[in-house]
């Protein structure tokens, strides 16, 4: 299994850019996920990284090292809809079966709150 | 892209009773789906692995006979949660998997039970 740790909660400016935080540690590592939530809602997918490095995806990107097990998401020019819960998810490899079907698991996520 | 509803969004329920939760993957076949429960502030907990035509795989410490679930068709799952008790209510999410690394997620079904 894994251990994921994300920040609870973290405030941040309209305008402004956020880094969020994951790391992690699991037997065998095949990929890391951010999504999106906000509150009642279901997640959505953000970015996956399977190698290192940096993701870029518009105002979003996503950062990983495998060696520090680490990411991050980085959110800039942020808007007051960007106030949500993000999710990290980690996939590893014990005890997938032949051929996949990994399933990631999440960490608590972390609260993004923006203000004006 | 892929989209997944669930049916019903809510439903408030009395304890004892059962009550089913659509999960439906509408312009794509899903072999496999999954079932999440999330509780306040918390993460999406795995509940079980829906796989189409066989039994479903339940996660540690989810009782089968509590949530039944069926897969009948390649873009229909069930969760059935019987004889409801107020710990119960809960946001239950499903997904299915798509492609090699993503998943898409319902709505979520928010369940009361009084």
């Known amino acids: 299994g894994q251990n994921i740790d994300q920040p609870t909660e973290m405030t941040a400016t309209e305008g402004a850019i956020v880094q969020i935080n994951c790391t992690y540690q699991?037997?065998?590592?095949?990929?890391l996920f951010w999504y999106q939530q906000h509150a009642g809602e279901a997640p959505t997918f953000l970015s996956y990284?399977?190698?290192?490095g940096l993701e870029e995806k518009g105002r979003f990107s996503s950062f990983l090292s495998r060696s520090k097990g680490y990411s991050y998401l980085l959110l800039k020019e942020l808007q007051m809809k960007d106030s949500a819960s993000y999710l990290c998810?980690?996939?590893?490899?014990?005890?997938?079966?032949?051929?996949?079907?990994?399933?990631?698991?999440f960490g608590r996520g972390t609260s993004l709150i923006v203000h004006p | 892209g892929a989209v997944v509803s669930q049916h019903p969004s809510r439903v408030i329920c009395k304890s004892g009773t059962s009550v089913k939760i659509e999960c439906r993957s509408l312009?794509?076949?899903?072999?496999?789906m999954f079932w999440y429960r999330q509780f306040p502030k918390q993460s999406l907990m795995l509940m079980a692995t829906?796989?189409?035509?066989?039994?479903?795989?339940?996660e540690q410490g989810v009782e089968k006979d509590k949530f039944l679930i069926n897969h009948a068709s390649l873009t229909l799952s069930t969760l059935t949660v019987t004889s409801a008790h107020p710990e119960d209510s809960s946001f239950y999410i499903c997904?299915?998997?798509?492609?090699?690394?993503?998943?898409?997620f319902g709505p979520g079904t928010r369940l009361t039970v009084t």
């Open positions: 990284n399977v190698l290192d």
């Open positions: 829906s796989n189409e035509g066989s039994k479903a795989t339940y």
């Open positions: 699991t037997s065998g590592f095949n990929g």
């Open positions: 997904s299915a998997r798509g492609g090699v690394y993503e998943q898409y």
């Open positions: 998810a980690v996939r590893d490899t014990v005890g997938a079966p032949p051929g996949g079907s990994y399933i990631p698991t």
């Open positions: 312009d794509f076949q899903a072999t496999t």
